[in-house]
């Protein structure tokens, strides 16, 4: 039996999340590796820091737990270094003690709080109308009789030219104009806005300024207690400093897109298989009918009265004689939008022939009668109609 045509044995794509799992399992590994090996202990002259793995802690990765080892660095100090270190501690605590004398000294005047007396006051975003106004009312004062004198010159230059009031000329005239003064007037207000900024610009940096002097002052006696308590700093050995090793990522969409991509090819592949059943099944239409198996000494020419050769003009390219009765050596090889494709010959073609690719009339019958034509010799199928097969193919 010949292999089937339409059951590709395309390759299994492997499943996204077993792949992102081990992918997961590998990433935790590694990462437990890289920070075993740069965990070294260390020995200096002011003593030694030593790691230890002091359990493990679970996490959940994507529904999955997974170990992670946990660990603590010790420092142990030398017997020298542990002496200086005690008695740095104990001089911090006299000069603890001394800052907290102090501070009960400066605590009346930090317990105050800053006097805002004698500074501008702020008016707001309201504040300075006044003075907007001013700076208005001085620019309109010497807008307004250019405005004036602007506009009986354009009336009277329209005169002139004869454009009458309400005329088209005339209003689009007036709307410059208008426009013209409006722009003026624009101009205006905002020169009284920039006023009114900058005063509010001088009285907010003067009390800025003021206020930044009375908070210095006030802040005066707790810098002096804190240069006191910070004079003298512990000194411990210096080790390496130890980076931890970042997991990396799994990449869990470009896994599943690679697995859609297989599912896909897959899909293809059987698509293309299907494509060239169909176009073998194509060929059988051409090769059955403008031979002489329809002709009119053909076979089915003759069992037609002689009428095969105008079977197969009237008939088009793709009506195939697909009688099961007129068939031999029959051969089923697959199926092709859901029927089954058969390789046969036919009853007058000898073994030597190439066998025919196509259906079973009857079979198609029963689900597509559509598709079948009765004719004198037979049942024939119009494959154009079973399978869409386009007429230049």
């Keep these: ?24 399992q590998t990433n935790i590994g590694t990462s437990a590796a890289n920070t075993a090996s740069g965990m070294v202990n260390q020995r200096g002259p002011d003593g030694s820091l030593t790691y230890n793995q002091t359990g493990s802690k679970q996490i959940n990765i994507g529904g999955k737990m997974y170990d992670i080892p946990q660990y603590e660095a010790v420092t142990q100090l030398s017997d020298v270094a542990q002496k200086r270190f005690d008695t ?27 006097s805002y007396e004698g500074m501008p006051e702020l008016a707001g975003s309201g504040g300075y109308s006044a003075d907007r106004t001013r700076v208005e009312d001085a620019i309109n004062a010497r807008l307004r009789p250019q405005q ?16 009458r009031a309400g005329s088209e000329a005339y209003d689009r005239a007036q709307r410059n104009q208008g426009m013209t003064e409006n722009d003026a007037r624009m101009q205006t207000i905002l020169a009284g806005g920039q006023e009114q900024s900058r005063l ?11 206020l930044q002097e009375r908070t210095g002052a006030a802040n005066e006696p707790i810098n002096r207690l804190s240069a006191l308590l910070s004079q003298t700093q512990v000194n411990t050995p210096q080790y390496q400093t130890y ?23 897959q899909y293809q592949q059987k698509m293309a298989q299907q494509q060239a059943t169909i176009g073998a099944i194509a060929g059988l239409g051409g090769a059955a009918l403008s031979g002489g198996m329809f002709g009119a000494g053909g076979m089915f020419g003759q069992a037609a009265g002689g009428g095969g050769s105008a079977l197969a003009k009237a008939a088009a390219p793709f009506i ?21 494709v058969y390789k046969y010959r036919y009853l007058n073609e ?31 199928v119009n494959y154009t109609q079973l399978f869409g097969l386009g007429a230049g193919i």
Excluded at 148 to 163: T, W, Y
Excluded at 200 to 210: C, F, I, K
């Design 243 to 265: 980076t931890p090793q970042g997991m990396a990522t799994t990449d869990v969409a470009g896994i599943t897109q690679q697995g859609f991509a297989n599912q896909e090819a």
């Design 320 to 340: 195939g004689m697909s009688d099961r009765r007129l068939k031999k050596d029959i051969t089923k090889v697959g199926k092709a939008d859901g029927h089954n």
């Design 200 to 210: 509010a610009g001088l009285d907010s940096s003067a009390r800025a300024q003021t």
């Design 350 to 380: 000898d073994g030597d022939t190439p066998r025919h690719t196509g259906v079973m009339a009857q079979e198609v019958e029963r689900t597509r009668p559509d598709a079948v034509v009765n004719t004198p010799a037979g049942k024939a």
């Design 1 to 24: 039996m010949e292999a089937p045509i339409s059951k590709p044995k395309a390759p299994k794509p492997p499943s996204p999340q077993e792949v992102a799992d081990a992918q997961t």
């Design 88 to 114: 740095t501690n104990a001089v911090q605590q006299n000069m603890a003690d001394v800052g907290k004398q102090l501070s009960t000294q400066i605590m009346d005047i930090t317990g105050k709080p800053i």
């Design 148 to 163: 004036d004198r602007a506009r009986a010159s354009l009336e009277q230059q329209l005169a002139d030219q004869g454009i």
